[in-house]
């Protein structure tokens, strides 16, 4: 029996072997873009496939398991290999590396004006035109292009750089595409060979560029949408509505679908994007930090970037965690949210006559029994999820006609709304937790509802635990403006220091994420959800997906006034005039102590300032090896970012003592270290014959020295450099990571508006 037994188990294990060597999965092959085996072969295409036709089985077409062929984001193509076939493949020549698939996630009337982009006379918009002759392109879900913010009325002619096409798939034609929404195409390959087919219940998706969950055509309308007027969310925000550069063009690549984005499309869609010619690359998409040598959108953006493009990417939405922050490759943008100073007041008035502060988008005072005083209950215990109203979890018996409490979490925000509504509830109070704290992130609920923060969720358990008869009302005070001090770090947005490279702050600004209203698809309801047949143009999102499309229209500004421009000089240019401090000129809050450089980098962008930013910091193509190589990357791990062979021992020889020209300044002590010097070098974009003096706060615990102390530029685009020493008076810190944090700030010495500012942050280790 014993051996039976252990003949059975023997076999079930080579079978799974065998499955699992037989399994096909998509990898990324990256190949040596000079190739020994390159010119026997008549195309690109031809040489990509002969790696296939030698690795799979004679049986089966090669053609038929390559989904991408790869040359401008980088050299190589993806393609579906079982384990086997991997190996053989590795071992091939001229292939550099062979990487698994990666599933990604994606991650208004009102925010440009909180921006001073309504400024008449020298503001940003007036200086680069609105934006005008630049093209964004958006890497999202999609776009609807009957929205009226791509509406192409007074928009200039495509540019005749322009090389890319509208592709036609379901429900979209090549007549979708206008003067405004330029391009348009959809990568969907990688997707569909690791995906499972959509559940009923799940909003159909398009195969084609149009948007089926919304967050693409928020997210471009955000960039570049049109001017229109009398937009808001069921009254709600009501206002004109603009993009934050309204004049530039828009070219969508839709890399997201229902499970997610995959790098294999994203790749796919940034090497077509670089060759359509765009100046701009928008990314509200990512995952966790990683090395740069396995990020595929590093890699594909230090492509874009030497060819000219801008790739502003979102930092995330794993806040307040520690060095949560992700896409934090030099060469990108990369963005963090913060909050507007427009609040939707819905206040709870519990039995006692005490007031909650909440807010809400919903359209309180349109649905039936808004404002009426109800019974609270707050169904716990079990193991049904009935806190979070989980669907099934809530009993119609204790929630009818009720106002039902749900904590945050596990599920969406609206869904909870719903699940209370299909239940018998009348309404509903989302009650932040310790994990949301204060985060006052809104929706367009299905029945009255208001979100409240943590500090007041638990003054509202503390009542219903006090008395046998709770009762409460909402009150929806509709929009108010101005009243609340910001902009503030959202609680979500992914804070530092940069895991895998602490010599680069990151976040590099923050911009508005919190409680935004943009464009949306008119087949979707406000909520986004199945059973909501409600339908609008607008609706409000949150995220650090919000917060980049921002970052990404102000940077096309930029471009306008400055076409030539590197993408590091853009970047300088917002970093460098950000502000710190709020708009009642007090420190930026996070939560409620100041912010740190972690959480804002530079600061939240200021476009007026930064379109006019006196002096940037610019950095060259090479000047990124330069700093992989002080890193300790190797050559094979730079070879794969950059697609460039080089020696870091003959790299670091020829620049001694390298420091990055990064527009902000980290420093770090490792034990036994008391003493740094790092170099910068500034190229003046401002006006001739200016002197810049040097003002400097030091970090706490830090002598900063900085040589020379004035700078005197005769010229346009002359460079000056200088040096700052950092040296540690602090012993060694008993704590695993210490920081302290100052700034140093080149001032004009006729011109107050320059102000040119690196944050500094010094660790120890």
């Not at 919304?214 to 709600?236: D, M, Q």
């Amino acid at each position: 029996m014993a051996t039976k037994v252990q003949l059975f188990c023997l076999t079930l294990f080579l079978f799974l072997v065998s499955h699992n060597a037989n399994t096909l999965q998509t990898y990324i092959v990256q190949l040596h873009p000079q190739g020994k085996t390159r010119s026997s072969y008549p195309t690109r295409l031809h040489w990509h496939l002969s790696f296939l036709q030698q690795t799979v089985s004679n049986e089966e077409d090669a053609f038929s398991r390559l989904l991408y062929s790869y040359r401008s984001a980088m050299e190589g193509f993806a393609a579906q290999l079982s384990e086997t076939e991997l190996q053989t493949l590795r071992s091939s020549p001229d292939v550099i590396s062979v990487r698994l698939d990666k599933q990604l996630q994606v991650h208004t009337t009102y925010s440009y004006k909180f921006l001073g982009l309504d400024t008449l006379g020298d503001g940003a918009w007036y200086q680069s035109g609105f934006g005008r002759g630049t093209i964004i392109g958006v890497l999202d879900t999609g776009v609807w292009p009957e929205s009226p913010s791509f509406n192409d009325e007074g928009m200039p002619p495509v540019p005749k750089k322009w090389k890319g096409t509208c592709q036609a798939g379901q429900n979209f034609s090549s007549l979708n595409c206008n003067r405004k929404l330029i391009g348009a195409k959809f990568f969907i390959k990688g997707h569909r060979v690791a995906s499972v087919s959509p559940s009923e219940n799940i909003i159909q998706e398009y195969v084609s560029p149009r948007d089926s969950t919304g967050h693409g055509t928020h997210t471009s309308s955000t960039a570049g949408g049109a001017s229109v007027p009398t937009a808001s969310v069921l009254g709600n925000g009501a206002g004109v509505a603009r993009g934050m550069a309204p004049g530039a063009h828009i070219a969508v690549y839709k890399v997201c679908w229902f499970n997610g984005c995959y790098s294999s499309d994203i790749l796919a869609a940034m090497d077509v994007a670089i060759r359509d010619g765009v100046d701009i690359l928008s990314l509200s998409l990512g995952g966790f930090p990683m090395p740069l040598f396995d990020d595929f959108i590093a890699m594909g953006s230090f492509r874009a970037m030497e060819h000219g493009i801008s790739v502003i990417c979102a930092a995330g939405n794993n806040g307040p965690i520690q060095s949560s922050v992700a896409n934090t490759a030099p060469w990108i943008a990369t963005i963090g949210a913060s909050t507007l100073d427009r609040r939707f007041p819905a206040v709870v008035r519990m039995g006692t006559g005490e007031f909650l502060y909440g807010e809400s988008l919903s359209p309180g005072k349109q649905m039936p029994g808004s404002g009426s005083e109800l019974k609270v209950v707050y169904v716990t215990g079990g193991n049904t999820g009935s806190e979070f109203c989980l669907r099934g979890s809530l009993p119609r018996s204790k929630v009818r006609g009720k106002m039902v409490i749900c904590d945050r979490g596990v599920n969406g925000r609206a869904e909870k709304g719903q699940v209370v509504k299909e239940a018998g509830g009348a309404a509903m109070i989302l009650a932040n937790t310790v994990i949301n704290l204060e985060e006052d992130s809104v929706d367009a609920h299905v029945l009255p509802a208001t979100l409240l923060g943590h500090a007041e969720a638990i003054r509202l358990k503390a009542y219903i635990n006090s008395t046998r008869n709770p009762r409460a009302r909402i009150i929806f005070g509709g929009t108010v403006i101005g009243r609340a001090r910001a902009p503030a770090v959202a609680q979500f947005s992914a804070r530092g220091p940069n895991l895998f490279d602490p010599s680069i702050l990151k976040p590099d600004v923050i911009a508005p994420g919190v409680n935004i209203i943009a464009a949306w698809p008119q087949n979707l309801a406000p909520t986004g959800l199945p059973d909501d047949s409600r339908r609008v143009n607008f609706t409000v999102m949150s995220g650090t997906s919000m917060a980049c499309p921002h970052v990404s229209g102000i940077a096309a500004l930029i471009h306008a006034a400055h076409p030539h421009w590197s993408p590091a000089a853009i970047k300088s240019a917002l970093m460098t005039t950000a502000d710190t401090n709020d708009h009642m000129g007090k420190p930026i809050m996070d939560g409620n102590m100041p912010a740190m450089s972690f959480a804002i980098g530079a600061g939240h962008v200021n476009p007026r300032r930064a379109i006019n930013p006196g002096l940037v910091y610019d950095i060259r193509p090479d000047e990124y090896i330069a700093h992989l190589c002080t890193l300790g990357y190797t050559r094979s791990e730079i070879f794969t970012i950059t697609h460039k062979n080089v020696s870091c021992h003959e790299v670091l020889l020829t620049n001694r003592g390298f420091s990055l020209n990064y527009p902000s300044i980290s420093v770090v002590f490792k034990q036994g270290i008391t003493r740094k010097m790092i170099m910068r070098r500034l190229t003046n974009v401002g006006s001739p014959n200016s002197i810049y003096s040097v003002e400097v706060k030091a970090p706490e615990g830090v002598k900063v020295i900085v040589k020379p102390r004035r700078l005197s530029f005769k010229h346009i685009n002359q460079s000056l450099s200088y040096r700052i020493w950092f040296i540690s008076r602090k012993r060694s810190s008993t704590k695993k990571m210490d920081f302290a944090e100052g700034h140093l700030t080149w001032v004009h010495s006729k011109n107050n508006f320059y102000r040119v500012r690196s944050p500094v942050s010094v660790t120890w280790k």
